[in-house]
């Protein structure tokens, strides 16, 4: 075994990039056009960088044209303020809108496709709470690429860092970050291709390693996104602020949980329960199907709870329908075609002729490992680690505060890259550090454990049942009891699956051992997601606690939690920054504590 | 309509320990509407955690799940039970992974390998073009981009690059030669010349026997042939 177990000779570099999808790769493009010839390493863990989960995103990126005589970076902001029910810290949000547009044309200039119109200029379209004059009036404020806008922005940032000479580590994982007087100075990557681990020594440690939600049962984030960096933060004693806060998305397609988009309810689609009683009446008698997303999330939910909802046999899940058989054909061939296509394609069903079932889906994780707005990784409210960055999903500066809007999550990653990789190069001209001497040895115990286990447990059984069991009491809905089960229920499973025996045994491409690997990662973020959400006893934007309906100002702040050992945490307060409010200028009364009313 | 199949997996085993190769049966009941990746986890779940097989987002948009189904390439994540049996006239199946790169461990292929011939194309704009207007974007009108942008969907997930004639033997393939043709027609890029050179190459486009296969099996519905005609016609 312990031949098993030794770093193959280490890696020097400048930067380690841990994520190589839209945000690590924009950092290492900004890095390299400013500062030729620098030596960045980016690991990913799916088989290549152009299959990051960033090529997912369909809808587009939110960004005030400069030229537009209408629309305002100011009124961008109001959005992002009053979406994040209070709780973005406006001076990440006065800088990621300020800096928009300036990265749509980057990306453009580099060979994005952006749709057009007929003038050869950037189309643009709408989005749920984009707004002009601070809710007055409908902003067209996204531009897109077709209903591929994240696979535009892939191809172009994994084609700018490969120009500028990255040099990248496929199907890699990091498994332990490496300290030294009280700064990041490199880590401990398992390549899973060779079966090695390596040591890295790196000026600058950037994590960009996407979300986690594969907590849940249903998801729309990729197999992969399974809260790794987020898990070996906590695993290194820093905090992560506002797990709680996670977007679900009101109808995902149930198995596959891809996005059924709010089009289909805006052209007139109906959700009917299992005795077809189109039920939204009952939750919103005038809004009905047009409710906004939480709440129609909260609603299908009880129906579901209820007793009202179907369960599909083959996924086993339940779900309710969505009736667009009444529709005309030119809203099927026009207006739907793309989501009507994903219901063929992933269900078999045609909707012009059956009921579609659709669920809540697990969709953004707006909490993660807490930044400044520069992207440097906080160790408690007012101090940072130096060498340690954080940029995307799995970072939290926080612009979408506890409700991210539409478009604002890829906006979020590119900006965010472009500020970690201007901080980085700042940064590493001061510094190089040797590894410590104790490098890897945590990573061995826990990796050596995991092949030495004899008991018979079923790490794929518990991993779904963990999913589910986080989906029915810590997902659209949360009251105390609820969160108390989850939390017994994972000190269960904790233990369960130390003892776990692996089948596969060599290190070489083990699915299995990355899936106990990863599973243990599921259950340390699963456990800070619900304990932040049994001590956060209100309900603000994603966050939903039945027992506590209301928004409450003593929550007016961020949570850090941090959880060294497995289920006991340490909670700390952040204040919210409102220095947009503060600065008393014109329209700060918008960005006080307002109301999230639409 | 059938609720549930009894499927018979036959898949293709490889061991990067003992480098040895065989193929498993697996016996499995499936719901109608799985897809290949669930029955895929539903084996790992009852049958067999040591079997490897790779994907990523399950949408079919990024193509890490390409295997060779019954002899044809094929992305697992969309490929419907139901629609599986009725396509192929049989509920067994033999499942190998994609022969462009060389099998890490049962189903999952160094992909990193296969994409050696996409960086071969610079999969980037190589010297940009001048654009009259600094600082803002280029105008482009969507007649220009309409020509090619059809091919901007692909997801190099290397299916016609496994199932062409062609490719095995010295050429750099079909995925490989749109991504450079997309570039050439984009009005930003410049460097067409040093583009073509390699696209008419020993390794380029004339390798290309037309047998449309990549067309045929691309699961974008991409009309990949049509595109490496253009290239073979000049017509750009």
Request: aromatic share 8%.
């Given at each position: 075994?312990e031949?098993?177990?030794k770093l193959?000779?280490?890696?020097?570099c400048?930067?380690l990039?841990?994520g190589?999808?839209?945000?690590?790769?924009?950092c290492a493009?900004?890095?390299?056009?400013?500062?030729p010839?620098?030596?960045i390493?980016?690991?990913?863990?799916v088989s290549h960088?152009q299959k990051?989960?960033?090529?997912t995103?369909?809808?587009g990126?939110?960004?005030?044209?400069?030229n537009d005589?209408?629309d305002?970076p100011?009124y961008?902001?109001?959005?992002?303020?009053?979406?994040?029910d209070?709780?973005?810290?406006?001076?990440?949000?006065r800088k990621i809108?300020?800096a928009?547009?300036e990265e749509?044309v980057?990306?453009e200039?580099?060979?994005?496709h952006f749709?057009?119109d007929?003038?050869g200029?950037l189309?643009?379209?709408?989005f749920g709470?984009h707004?002009?004059?601070?809710?007055?009036?409908?902003?067209?404020r996204?531009?897109f690429?077709?209903?591929?806008?994240g696979?535009?922005?892939?191809?172009?940032v994994?084609?700018?860092a490969?120009?500028?000479?990255?040099t990248?580590?496929?199907?890699?994982?990091?498994?332990?970050l490496?300290?030294?007087?009280g700064?990041?100075v490199?880590?401990?990557?398992?390549m899973?291709k060779k079966g090695e681990?390596?040591g890295?020594?790196?000026?600058?440690?950037?994590?960009?390693?996407?979300?986690?939600?594969?907590v849940?049962?249903?998801t729309t984030?990729c197999?992969?996104?399974t809260?790794d960096?987020h898990?070996?933060v906590?695993?290194?004693?820093?905090?992560?602020m506002?797990?709680?806060?996670?977007?679900?998305?009101p109808?995902?397609i149930?198995g596959?949980?891809?996005?059924?988009?709010?089009?289909l309810?805006s052209?007139g689609g109906i959700?009917?329960?299992?005795?077809l009683?189109p039920f939204?009446a009952?939750?919103?008698?005038?809004m009905?199907?047009?409710?906004?997303r939480?709440l129609?999330?909260?609603?299908?939910?009880?129906?579901?709870?209820?007793?009202?909802?179907?369960?599909n046999p083959?996924?086993?899940?339940e779900?309710v329908?969505?009736d667009l058989?009444?529709?005309?054909?030119?809203?099927h061939?026009?207006?739907i075609?793309?989501?009507?296509?994903?219901?063929?394609?992933f269900?078999?069903?045609?909707?012009?002729t059956h009921?579609?079932?659709?669920?809540p889906?697990?969709?953004?994780?707006?909490g993660?490992?807490?930044?400044?707005s520069f992207?440097?990784?906080?160790?408690s409210?007012?101090t940072?680690?130096?060498?340690?960055?954080?940029?995307?999903?799995?970072?939290?500066?926080?612009?979408?505060?506890?409700?991210?809007l539409?478009?604002n999550?890829?906006?979020?990653?590119?900006?965010?890259g472009?500020?970690?990789?201007?901080?980085v190069?700042?940064?590493?001209?001061?510094?190089?550090?040797?590894?410590p001497a104790?490098?890897?040895?945590?990573?061995?115990?826990?990796?050596a454990?995991?092949?030495e286990?004899?008991?018979?447990e079923?790490i794929e059984?518990?991993r779904e049942?963990?999913?589910?069991m986080?989906?029915?009491?810590?997902?659209?809905?949360?009251?105390?009891?609820?969160?108390n089960?989850?939390?017994?229920?994972l000190?269960?499973?904790?233990e369960?699956v130390?003892s776990?025996?692996?089948?596969c045994?060599?290190l070489?491409?083990n699915?299995?051992?990355?899936?106990r690997?990863?599973?243990?990662?599921?259950?340390?973020?699963?456990?800070v997601?619900a304990?932040g959400a049994?001590?956060?006893r209100?309900s603000?934007g994603?966050?939903?606690?039945?027992d506590?309906?209301l928004?409450?100002?003593?929550?007016?702040?961020h949570?850090l939690a941090?959880m060294?050992?497995?289920?006991?945490i340490?909670?700390?307060d952040q204040?919210?920054?409102?220095?947009?409010?503060?600065a008393?200028?014109?329209?700060f009364e918008k960005?006080?504590?307002?109301?999230?009313?639409y | 309509?059938k609720?549930?199949?009894?499927?018979?997996?036959?898949i293709k085993r490889y061991?990067?320990?003992?480098?040895?190769?065989w193929?498993?049966?697996?016996?499995i009941e499936?719901?109608r509407?799985?897809r290949?990746?669930?029955?895929?986890r539903?084996?790992?779940?009852?049958?067999?955690?040591?079997?490897?097989?790779?994907?990523?987002?399950?949408?079919a948009?990024?193509g890490?799940?390409?295997?060779?189904?019954?002899?044809?390439?094929?992305?697992?994540c969309e490929?419907?039970v139901?629609n599986a049996?009725?396509?192929?006239?049989?509920t067994?199946?033999?499942?190998e992974p994609?022969?462009?790169?060389?099998?890490?461990?049962d189903?999952v292929?160094?992909l990193?390998?296969a994409?050696d011939?996409?960086?071969?194309?610079?999969?980037f704009?190589?010297n940009?073009?001048?654009?009259p207007?600094?600082?803002q974007?280029y105008r482009?009108s969507p007649r220009v981009?309409?020509?090619?942008?059809?091919?901007?969907?692909?997801?190099?997930?290397?299916?016609?690059?496994t199932?062409?004639?062609s490719?095995h033997?010295?050429?750099?393939?079909?995925?490989?030669v749109?991504?450079?043709?997309v570039?050439?027609?984009?009005?930003?890029?410049?460097?067409t010349e040093?583009?073509?050179?390699?696209?008419?190459?020993n390794?380029?486009?004339y390798?290309c026997?037309?047998?449309m296969?990549c067309?045929?099996?691309c699961p974008k519905?991409?009309?990949v042939a049509?595109?490496i005609?253009m290239?073979k016609?000049g017509?750009?």
């Amino acid at each position: 075994m312990e031949k098993m177990f030794k770093l193959s000779s280490g890696i020097q570099c400048d930067v380690l990039i841990v994520g190589a999808g839209g945000a690590g790769l924009r950092c290492a493009a900004h890095i390299l056009e400013k500062r030729p010839g620098t030596k960045i390493i980016a690991v990913t863990k799916v088989s290549h960088p152009q299959k990051s989960h960033t090529s997912t995103a369909q809808g587009g990126l939110a960004a005030v044209d400069p030229n537009d005589i209408v629309d305002k970076p100011i009124y961008h902001m109001f959005d992002t303020w009053k979406g994040s029910d209070c709780m973005a810290d406006q001076s990440v949000v006065r800088k990621i809108v300020d800096a928009a547009w300036e990265e749509i044309v980057w990306l453009e200039n580099r060979g994005m496709h952006f749709t057009r119109d007929e003038e050869g200029r950037l189309s643009k379209r709408t989005f749920g709470g984009h707004t002009v004059r601070f809710g007055e009036g409908t902003a067209f404020r996204a531009v897109f690429e077709a209903d591929r806008t994240g696979k535009g922005i892939m191809d172009n940032v994994w084609g700018e860092a490969l120009k500028g000479g990255v040099t990248f580590l496929d199907q890699t994982i990091l498994t332990e970050l490496l300290f030294k007087n009280g700064c990041c100075v490199g880590a401990v990557l398992f390549m899973e291709k060779k079966g090695e681990f390596v040591g890295v020594s790196a000026k600058a440690v950037v994590l960009a390693t996407g979300g986690c939600g594969q907590v849940f049962r249903v998801t729309t984030n990729c197999r992969q996104n399974t809260g790794d960096a987020h898990a070996v933060v906590l695993q290194a004693g820093l905090p992560l602020m506002d797990m709680e806060a996670v977007q679900f998305h009101p109808t995902g397609i149930v198995g596959p949980g891809i996005l059924a988009s709010e089009t289909l309810r805006s052209v007139g689609g109906i959700l009917r329960n299992k005795d077809l009683e189109p039920f939204m009446a009952k939750y919103a008698p005038k809004m009905k199907e047009m409710a906004p997303r939480d709440l129609v999330a909260r609603a299908i939910e009880t129906e579901i709870r209820e007793g009202r909802g179907i369960l599909n046999p083959d996924h086993n899940i339940e779900h309710v329908w969505i009736d667009l058989r009444h529709l005309s054909d030119y809203v099927h061939e026009v207006q739907i075609p793309e989501v009507s296509g994903f219901f063929k394609q992933f269900m078999n069903l045609n909707p012009r002729t059956h009921l579609c079932p659709v669920r809540p889906s697990n969709h953004y994780q707006m909490g993660g490992i807490p930044t400044n707005s520069f992207g440097e990784v906080q160790k408690s409210p007012d101090t940072i680690i130096f060498g340690l960055y954080a940029a995307g999903e799995c970072g939290c500066a926080s612009f979408h505060g506890f409700n991210r809007l539409g478009t604002n999550s890829i906006l979020e990653l590119i900006t965010m890259g472009r500020f970690v990789g201007e901080r980085v190069l700042q940064y590493m001209e001061e510094r190089a550090e040797s590894l410590p001497a104790d490098a890897g040895d945590r990573t061995f115990s826990q990796f050596a454990e995991y092949l030495e286990n004899k008991n018979e447990e079923n790490i794929e059984q518990i991993r779904e049942e963990m999913r589910r069991m986080m989906t029915e009491n810590v997902g659209v809905f949360r009251t105390e009891e609820g969160l108390n089960t989850a939390i017994r229920a994972l000190y269960a499973w904790k233990e369960r699956v130390r003892s776990a025996a692996l089948r596969c045994r060599g290190l070489q491409m083990n699915q299995e051992l990355v899936q106990r690997w990863e599973l243990d990662n599921l259950l340390s973020v699963s456990m800070v997601i619900a304990q932040g959400a049994l001590r956060r006893r209100e309900s603000r934007g994603g966050h939903a606690r039945i027992d506590f309906p209301l928004r409450r100002d003593e929550f007016n702040c961020h949570t850090l939690a941090y959880m060294t050992d497995f289920g006991k945490i340490r909670f700390a307060d952040q204040r919210v920054d409102m220095s947009i409010y503060e600065a008393k200028g014109e329209n700060f009364e918008k960005f006080g504590m307002i109301e999230r009313k639409y | 309509m059938k609720e549930s199949y009894s499927l018979v997996f036959n898949i293709k085993r490889y061991d990067p320990e003992t480098r040895k190769s065989w193929f498993q049966e697996y016996r499995i009941e499936a719901g109608r509407i799985l897809r290949f990746t669930d029955v895929l986890r539903k084996i790992n779940k009852e049958l067999d955690p040591t079997l490897s097989w790779n994907s990523s987002c399950e949408h079919a948009q990024c193509g890490s799940c390409s295997v060779v189904i019954n002899g044809r390439p094929m992305l697992a994540c969309e490929l419907l039970v139901e629609n599986a049996v009725e396509y192929f006239g049989t509920t067994t199946f033999r499942i190998e992974p994609i022969t462009v790169a060389p099998a890490l461990r049962d189903l999952v292929v160094d992909l990193e390998k296969a994409y050696d011939r996409v960086h071969r194309i610079r999969p980037f704009v190589i010297n940009p073009s001048r654009n009259p207007n600094q600082g803002q974007e280029y105008r482009i009108s969507p007649r220009v981009m309409e020509r090619y942008l059809e091919a901007t969907r692909c997801i190099n997930c290397f299916c016609c690059a496994t199932a062409c004639i062609s490719s095995h033997k010295g050429f750099i393939g079909p995925n490989a030669v749109i991504a450079s043709l997309v570039r050439i027609m984009d009005p930003r890029e410049d460097a067409t010349e040093e583009r073509l050179k390699l696209l008419y190459s020993n390794e380029g486009v004339y390798r290309c026997h037309t047998s449309m296969a990549c067309s045929n099996v691309c699961p974008k519905n991409i009309d990949v042939a049509h595109f490496i005609g253009m290239v073979k016609d000049g017509d750009f």
